[in-house]
């Protein structure tokens, strides 16, 4: 009689191959209908989440989290959607200081208030956080005289009174990070770190990945805007 | 440059999407559950009126090891489920999302815990993978269930499964931080409880010398 099968063969390998089989056909399936994006801080990853206690100027401190922002629907080119530029500051941290007139002007041109600017709506907002370096000793009374540009508050914002610093008062929330949750999370490795996000929150550009480049000219070049030859703001 | 999903995928993810997501878990539940009444003693109740149809529900062995197989099977397809869901929900997508306590989507999409703290594997993908071996395990034992090494396969499938309750109680603590229940996650839970029972019953009756017996 001939021999049609194998005296050597083990149910265990037969057994093998039908899992493995399967394993890999549910793989297969997944790599096929799916297009899964990375959560990071990197340019074109999903922007983590950025949660906590939020000051915008009235109402105290209220409930903050970063994914209300989102438009799962959002498509490339879409100019109602609306984008988010988010600092992660520290109200002693002199440089922050600095910048928080750019921030002041920034906000004023983009956000929507100004009918020169053609583009999407860029929703700004700054992480405040204290950093662990002598003299970084900040509050939550501090991050509002910061923001308000509170005159005489007794409230000091790297050496000098918070309502000196340059700029006007800010009109963008002020997220509480003193905890420095988020700015872990976020993988943030100095103050100021500057984030574009687009209206999907998949980050369009950050200042750590482009040293050198300017914010406002980021916001220029990457937010939707009605017309490309339009001039800038 | 920006960076966005293709018109066609849309259309893909709304697709599935528009579909309930709790009447799709039921097509991984039902089969988990009935893979766990046949692993337990009360199996025999159902298994009697179908021996007729299938031989193997005549013999405990067979009952436990069908059982086992099905819940297998089950483990496997909830646990790929649960990765698809994942990597939708890192699209932008919603799946599963609610406002009440039971929200897979902000369970298998929060990126603080959905993945393993060692390596970054989401949890689905190790859930796909553990249940593959025990199917391994239980399926090999099916073909061949007096062999020398079906004594060996046992005990393994009973260690992984009772290891498997550490990672639950793992996931568990996530969602009550999250205060948040994965329905799908749940059923894999409950999935690999099934396959302890199974393993550890067959387990036992290859002990006690009652592997071959008839009824």
């Known amino acids: 009689m001939k021999h049609i099968y194998d005296d050597e063969a083990d149910v265990r390998t037969k057994a093998a191959i039908r899992v493995m089989s399967l394993f890999f056909v549910g793989l297969i399936i997944i790599a096929a209908t799916t297009s899964p994006i990375a959560t990071g801080t990197k340019a074109g990853e999903r922007a983590p989440a950025l949660e906590g206690k939020f000051y915008n100027g009235s109402g105290g401190w209220q409930t903050f989290n970063l994914e209300s922002y989102w438009d799962s629907n959002w498509q490339e080119g879409d100019v109602s959607g609306q984008w988010v530029f988010l600092e992660f500051m520290d109200t002693d941290c002199p440089y922050c200081v600095r910048s928080a007139e750019d921030m002041s002007l ?24 204290e950093l662990d370096i002598n003299g970084h000793d900040s509050s939550r009374a501090e991050i509002v005289a910061f923001r308000d540009k509170t005159a005489d508050s007794g409230q000091s914002c790297a050496g000098s009174d918070c309502g000196s610093r340059p700029g006007s008062a800010h009109t ?13 999370e976020w993988k943030v490795g100095g103050t100021p770190s500057y984030y574009l996000i687009q209206p999907d929150g998949i980050i369009a550009w ?20 009605e017309s490309a030859d ?3 703001a | ?19 309930d997501s709790n ?8 089969p988990t559950l009935i893979g766990m009444f046949l692993v337990l003693p009360t199996g025999r109740v159902i298994a009697s009126s179908l021996e007729e149809t299938l031989p193997s529900f005549a013999t405990e062995r067979g009952r436990v090891l069908s059982g086992l197989l099905l819940t297998c099977v089950a483990g496997f397809a909830v646990s790929i489920q649960t990765l698809w869901i994942s990597s939708k929900v890192s699209e932008g997508g919603n799946f599963c999302a609610s406002s009440t306590v039971f929200s897979c989507d902000d369970v298998i999409g929060n990126t603080a815990y959905n993945t393993d703290p060692i390596f970054g594997i989401p949890w689905g993908g190790i859930g796909a993978a553990v249940f593959c071996v025990l199917l391994y395990l239980a399926y090999s034992t099916s073909l061949e269930p007096n062999s020398t090494w079906v004594d060996n396969y046992l005990k393994l499938g009973t260690a992984l499964t009772f290891g498997g309750f550490l990672v639950i109680g793992l996931l568990v603590s996530y969602e009550i931080q999250m ?8 059923t894999a839970h409950i999935a690999n409880v099934a396959a302890f029972i199974g393993f550890y019953r067959l387990m036992k009756l290859n002990e006690s010398g009652e592997w071959n017996q008839e009824s």
């Not at chain 1, 950050?206 to 805007?225: K, M, Y």
């Open chain 1, 106 to 129: 920034n906000a004023a041109d983009f956000d929507g208030s100004n009918p020169q600017w053609n583009g999407a709506i860029v929703n700004f907002m700054a992480s405040a956080t």
């Open chain 1, 172 to 184: 963008f929330p002020y997220i509480d990070d003193l905890d420095q949750d988020n700015m872990k």
């Open chain 1, 206 to 225: 950050s200042s750590s990945e482009n040293p050198g480049e300017d914010s406002r000219d980021a916001i220029l070049s990457l937010v939707t805007r």
């Open chain 1, 230 to 232: 339009t001039g800038g």
């Open chain 2, 1 to 19: 440059m920006q960076f966005s999903v293709s018109s066609l995928e849309r259309v893909q993810i709304r697709v599935v999407l528009d579909m």
């Open chain 2, 23 to 30: 009447i799709q878990l039921l097509i991984y539940l039902i």
């Open chain 2, 179 to 186: 205060e948040k229940i994965c329905q799908y996650c749940t």
